[in-house]
């Protein structure tokens, strides 16, 4: 019997109008998010990764398409009842400091989900408050403090406990490393996979990052310009990617050699992104693609199964 994915996003679009003309942020995305799944999204910026994660949460109102999830369309709910939803999915911003309020300490910054979904009474809300913060890795004492006062790592645990405090069933983690060294972000991304371990929780994992991506997903989504180009699980595609960009992505990671003897260079994708107020015709990569052909530039390749549970957007592939 086939399993029904927590999470199912069909022909997903989203644009916007920028001096009088139409930009498209997200062209016709799919994609499915089983329980305890992590899905990767990676792609330059400007790829739509942001945006795409937003658009699931509604957050933005997508131009068309489906976000099943839960067996719920959330597109067409109602906002009452879209409320109601959006204690079962949550989102940890890329800049803490930005996402938090200043003026609220951290355990008001915590409880805030709580006293908007009334859940509880203020000694309750506190207890969980407090409980989460441990649970992060932070003392009871942070709650005193406010956000300004913390380290980045400590406020991106404040970012998680926050997003966790209403016991969601899908977070989406919207470049939730960058801002953070390097050993931090380590400890962030141990944090996550315990509490996915532990919990059941679904997480959609934006990064332009393929290392972290690597590390935290089960499978790999890649975007370029809007469009999503190849989609598969993260070994399949990291050994065997199918789309030229998903290549040149992978070949330009600065990978630390052994020796000076194994230092290869580093090798950069060609050309510029194009923009996306002016899309080229056909495969939105042609203009960079070193194996592009005549049909590239003439008709846009749809995302096809080229190998089981290996999607990409090529001709070629």
Known sequence: MAITPLLTVADLT??????????????????????????????ESGSGKSTLGRCI??????????????????????????????????????????????????????????????????????ARVEAMLERVGLSRSHAQAYPFELSGGQQQRVM??????????????????????VSVQAQIMTLLQELQRDWGLSYI?????????GYMSTRVAVMYLGEMVERAAVDDLFDRPRHPYTRMLLDSVLNLPESAAARAPLVTIPGEVPSPLALPSG????????FAEARCRLSRP????????HWAACHLA
């Open 205 to 213: 994992f934006i990064s332009h990052n393929l290392a972290s991506v």
């Open 160 to 181: 998680i406990a926050r997003a966790l405090i209403l016991n969601p069933k899908l977070v989406v983690c919207d470049e939730p490393l960058s801002a953070l060294d």
């Open 57 to 126: 949460l509604r957050l933005l109102v997508p131009d068309s398409g489906r976000v099943v999830f839960d067996g719920t369309d959330l597109v067409r709910l109602a906002k009452r009842d879209l409320r109601i939803r959006r204690r079962d999915m949550q989102m940890v911003f890329q800049d803490p400091l930005s996402a938090l309020n200043p003026r609220f300490t951290v355990g008001r910054n915590v409880m805030d989900p709580l006293i908007v979904h009334r859940m509880g009474t203020r000694k309750e809300m506190l």
């Open 302 to 309: 749809p995302l096809r199964e080229v190998a089981p549970g």
């Open 14 to 43: 989203k644009s916007f109008r920028v001096r009088g003309r139409r930009l498209y942020a997200v062209r016709q995305a799919n994609l499915e998010l089983g329980a305890g799944e992590t899905l990767g999204v990676v792609g």
């Open 283 to 290: 495969c939105s990569f042609h203009t960079r693609c070193p």
